[in-house]
Structure formats: C-alpha cells, structure tokens
C-alpha cells in the first residue's frame, strides 16, 4: 500500500472525528444521564429501535431477492434497467421528496391510500408509515451490498450444488447465502444503521407523534427548537447506539474483523467477495494454513485406525451402469458432436483448447441448455428441445467434478460429502455416516471434520471424489481432474479414480495420455466443434487421426 493512502485516510477520519469532538464539546454533562434518560428520549429511543429492526426485516425479504436478480439475472433486460434505477432512485433522492412520494401513494388520499381507507386502513402518520419510510430509504443499501458481492463471486459452487442433486431453492440456503454472510451482515448493519438516521422521508410520511411516529431523530430535531442540551445529549445517545451496532457486527463471526483474523492465520478469507477463495484451483494456490500432506495421513488429533484410512477398493457397488447417447448442438458456440458410451464404458474426450469438450460435459450435467439433438441416459430422455424435454440438472442423477475441487467453502470434509445424500433426504446422521465410509473409500478417513481450507489440495480432490460417488451417480463427468495436482499426487489419484470407475459408465476430458492409458476404454477427439476420431483405446493409439491426436499421442 502506498504511504499517502494513509494520509488520505488520516484526513478522512479527521473530517468524521473532529465534529464528534465539536459535539462532545457542546454536552452539559452535569444534565446529561436525566436528558437521556427522559421519558420522551425513553420513548424515541425505543421506537426507533422497534422501527428500524422491522424496516431491516422488511429490507431483508425484499431486498436478497432483489439483489439475486439484478446479480444473475434471469429477467429481461429492460425490466433489469428499470429495476436497477428504482433501487438506486432512494439513494438519489432527498429523503423529503421519499416521503412526499410515500404520502402520493400511501396517504389517505394517495394512491394506494384512498384506496384501503374505506375498509378502514390508514398507513400515513402511523408506525407502519415509519418502517415504511425507513425501508424506502435503507434497503438500498443492503441490495447494492449484496449485488456487488455476488457479482465478484463465480457461480460453480452452485453448480455443484445442482449436480449434486439440490434444487435452486436448496442451492440458495445451503449454500449461496452461507457464502454470502459476511456482505449479509455488512449490508444488514448498513440497513439498519441507515434505518436508524432516517429523518426526512419519516417526518414528511409518518409525523411526528410521540410514542407512533416520533423517533429518536425526529425528538433530536424537535428538541432542538425547546432545549439545545437535549439535543445535544440525545444526539450523542444516537452515536453510541449506532457505534455499539456497528461494533457488535464488525466482531460477529464472518464480520470484517473475524476474516482479519483468518487472514492473519494465513487461512483465505470467508468473504463471498473473495475471489480467490471461490474460483482459484485449491491445489495449485499456495496455502500457508495448509498442514496435513496428500499422503492420506490421519490428522494428528483424530484416531483412527491406520487399516481404515484409505481403503481404494470400490467396495460399494455402482448402481446398474446405463448407456449414454448423446447429440448435442450449440449453435452460438459452433458445436455439433455425437457423444456415445456404452453401459459401464469411460469414454475419454480429448481436443485442443476451445474445441468444446467443457461444453459438451456442461450441456449433458444440464447446466447448457441445447439448442438442438438429444441427450439420452439408460432409457431417460434428459434433453430434447425437439420434443420440449428437459431434464434440470439436479434431477440427472449424473456426477462432476472438474480440477478444482469445489468443496463448499463453509462446511467441513464430512459434511461436503454428506451434501448429496442430504439433498436425496436422507437423515443427517445416515448421510454423515456414509460420507465417513465415502472418505475412508478415498483415502481421506479422519478428516470428516477439517474445513476444506485446512486440508491439502490432493486431499480436497479426493473427498470431491468422494462428493461425487456418494451420490450413486447413473454417469460420471470428470474434467481434467487431476490437472491442478502435482507430479506425485496425479498418479495416486488417477489409481483411486480407476478404482472407483470400474463399472460406472463415465466421460472424461483429459489433456494427458497418462489418464487415457489408465482409465479410458475408447477415445474421441473433438476439434472446433466437431467429432474427428471415436475409437477404441488400442485402436486409437495405433492410429491416431492426423492433426491434434496425433500430436497427443506423440507420432
Ligand atoms: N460462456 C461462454 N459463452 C459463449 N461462448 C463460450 C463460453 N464458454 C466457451 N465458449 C466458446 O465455446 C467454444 C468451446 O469452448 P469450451 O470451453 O467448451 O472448449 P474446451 O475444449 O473445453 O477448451 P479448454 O480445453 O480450453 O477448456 C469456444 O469457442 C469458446 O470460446
């Protein structure tokens, strides 16, 4: 960091701190614990709190799935714009016109107002005219906190959350806002914070009733008129309640203090906005929190029995393997390739970048929609625009797992692995149990318990193996797996994964003759779109097609 930026921030806190001081400066200090202890200043006090917590709830409900929508999208574009422009609208505004507005549509001869007045509602110059007032001004606040963190964020996570069997809805709890806390919080004290100040849009909208509408600033405007003392003495009470907040948040756990902490220890942030932590490949990123070698050692605190700690046998059998066709055309992306594996057959896709290898994984997981051909799986139809069929992704029953290893930032080993079997409904209890037995299958054993930034990376790939089998997928999707692990640990994890592929129909996408040597039965090689060889291993390596195979097999 530059020197001057401190200076810069020197001046900053000067310009907040030096009117604090004017303020303190001002308190009679003799009167001061009876001024704030009033019963009006009781009374505000009170209500504002009251009215701020609803106006922050109010904010949350309304404004998460705002935030996700202008974040992701999924509207059209023009309808994006206008909401964009009515969210930022409040924060243009002077919170006087907000209320004039408010009272144009809510008030007795408003809008709206008019309208429910004969069955006998009235909202203007009440405390339902106050939080309304209050959310108008705030939940900006909190939407444009959200948004922004969202928007650095990649959506993989949730992918992986939909391949593995949740729902959008299921994704979001599990694991969008999980990831999301510590902007939750931020832009919830914001809100509330915010809900707190707020002045005019409430004395314009609400009033100024005492015990309604009159709130803590509202009190400090009107004591301003009567007894300068106390508005000097009920302002510093509004400083102190609104530094206690900010303080409470800024040590909450996931607040901005807590990931300091986890910075200093060396550990990624737990920031949604850290991008480092959601899409770098966890095992080429240096780690310095990382403690335990890719060598399945235990972790020292948990005893387990050496004999149960890594154990590659594909002791669970995999569900009857089924066959895959599949043509998938993506016009945008210039794609038309005919994909074919036979019941419990690894078809290996190999190509040179751009080809369309991720496309192609992508558009049969579901995450692409086709634009035209058919996706078969067994006797399932997942995809076929022709005839209106598809398939969402978390109903496919079909397995991914790309070089990095995705595991959900926020839960332990055990609980990463137990996810898709939680999403199928089973008991906690019964899908933690069968992670503890997916991890032992991996090599991982005894550590259920590690978050995945406190493992290696070869050890978080082997438990997103495990995520992966422990679903009992009817297909395998694994691209590129091993390509982020080094030297001594690609090997180890290409036996393990050649162990657990045995009799699962699966495709893999590699970039190394090693894994199609290993762990493929036939090959197909796609360049710009398109299929240019599809042969069995043997045959493939006798003979490859000229150009790029050739070149992949080294003749
Ligand atoms: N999100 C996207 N939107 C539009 N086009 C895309 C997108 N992602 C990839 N493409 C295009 O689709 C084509 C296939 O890309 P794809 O990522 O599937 O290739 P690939 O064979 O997996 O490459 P690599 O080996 O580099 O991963 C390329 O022309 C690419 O530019």
Redesign the pocket.
Known sequence: MPGWVRWAGALLAALLALPLAGLLSQVDWAEFWALITSRSAFVSLELSLRSSLAATICSLIIGVPVALVLARGGIPDVVLKVVRTLVLLPLVLPPVVGGIALIATFGRRGLVGSLVLPFGVEIGFTTLAVIMAQTFVAMPFLVLTLEGALRSRSTDFEAVALTLGASPTRALWAVTLPLLWPSLLTGTVLTFARALGEFGATITFAGSLEGVSRTLPLEIYLQREIDQRAAVALSILLVIVATVIVAIAYQAPGGPAANRRDRRLGAPARSGLDEASTTAPAAVVPDRAITVRDDAAPHDAVPVSPARLSDTKPSATPTDPVPLDAHIV?T????DVRLRAAAGETVAVI????????????AISGLLDLDAGKIQLGDTVLDHPDARVRVPAQRRGIARLGQNPLLFPHLDLGANVAFGQRMAGKSRREALAAATTWLIRTGSGGLDRRLPREVSGGQAQRAAIARALATSPRLCLW??PFAALDVESAPRQRELLAAHSRGRTAVL?T?DLADVRALADRVVV?E??RVVQDAPVVEFLAAPAPGFAASFVGT
Not at 332 to 335: A, K, L, M, Q
Request: aromatic share 0%; proline share 4%.
């Open positions: 993506l945008e992306r210039d794609i190509g040179p970048n751009g080809a369309g290898k991720s496309s192609v994984i992508d691209d590129e996408i970039h796609i710009a779109g």
